[in-house]
């Protein structure tokens, strides 16, 4: 399992369809994708983040940015069992600031979870 890195001209999100090749549903637009896989794990610094493995076995990152996410990030923890449950996501892009509240610029971003399981 490897993380890829957000590159080329592409818009920020397509960027991300791309490096993740994420199958875009007919349905959905650049502007939000939506992925099924597992949580993987969560860490905070100056923003949160949750990591899921993707149906496909792909690792993806983005700032833990749901609703679901809100306690998690309040005192910067997910509790453990969390880890491994079947989740289905909404990515859409979203600000990454430093730890004095400035945006930095965007990232990827869960917005919306799901739990499977």
Known sequence: MRRKQLTGWASPLAALVIAFA????????????????????????????LTILSADGEELTGLCAAPECQAWNEVA???????????????????????????????????RISFDN
């Not at 449950?85 to 892009?93: F, G, K, N, Q």
């Not at 945006?103 to 971003?109: D, I, K, L, S, T």
């Open 22 to 49: 994420v199958q875009t549903p007919a349905s959905a637009s650049m502007d939000t994708d939506v992925v099924s896989g597992e949580i993987r794990f969560y860490e905070c610094g100056d923003n949160c983040y």
């Open 77 to 111: 923890e997910m509790p453990a069992r969390f880890v491994g449950r079947a989740v289905t996501v909404t990515i859409e892009m979203g600000e990454q600031t430093d730890a004095e509240g400035n945006v930095m610029g965007e990232f990827p971003a869960f917005t």
